[in-house]
């Protein structure tokens, strides 16, 4: 099983960007669809965005399409998150996950791994 921990996370203004980042380690990711997911408190884990092995195919959520940007280097076994114009509603802990089933998923049990996720927080 693959181990994921993110980073990132920070408090920052509305309108501002931050970066997460998902290390991987124990094998290689290049065989796995990433993702994130959001859980804000008192509320769901929600699905935000999906790659693919090769990152030459991306899904997203419709809440943060247009905003928010997943990429992966498979050399660095790494997934990022680049997330754009934040707004409060971004405010959440954030989620990587690994993920073999065969096509797109936004359902959390698709998911076989799991990091420990990473702050955002977003002022108004």
């Known amino acids: 099983q693959v181990q994921l921990v993110e980073s990132g996370g920070d408090l920052v203004q509305t309108g501002g960007s931050l970066r997460l980042s998902c290390a991987a380690s124990?094998?290689?990711?290049?065989?796995?669809?990433m993702g994130w997911f959001r859980q804000a408190p008192g509320k769901e884990r929600d699905f935000i965005a999906a790659?693919?092995?090769?990152?030459?195919?991306?899904y997203y959520a419709d809440s943060v399409k247009g905003r928010f940007t997943i990429s992966r280097d498979n050399a660095k076994n790494t997934v990022y998150l680049q997330m754009n114009s934040l707004k409060p509603e971004d405010t959440a802990v954030y989620y990587c996950?690994?993920?073999?089933?065969?096509?797109?998923?936004?359902?959390?049990?698709?998911?076989?791994?799991w990091g420990q996720g990473t702050q955002v927080t977003v002022s108004s």
């Open positions: 124990g094998r290689t990711i290049r065989s796995y669809r």
């Open positions: 790659i693919s092995g090769s990152g030459g195919s991306t």
């Open positions: 996950a690994a993920s073999k089933f065969a096509g797109w998923s936004i359902n959390t049990r698709d998911y076989d791994s």
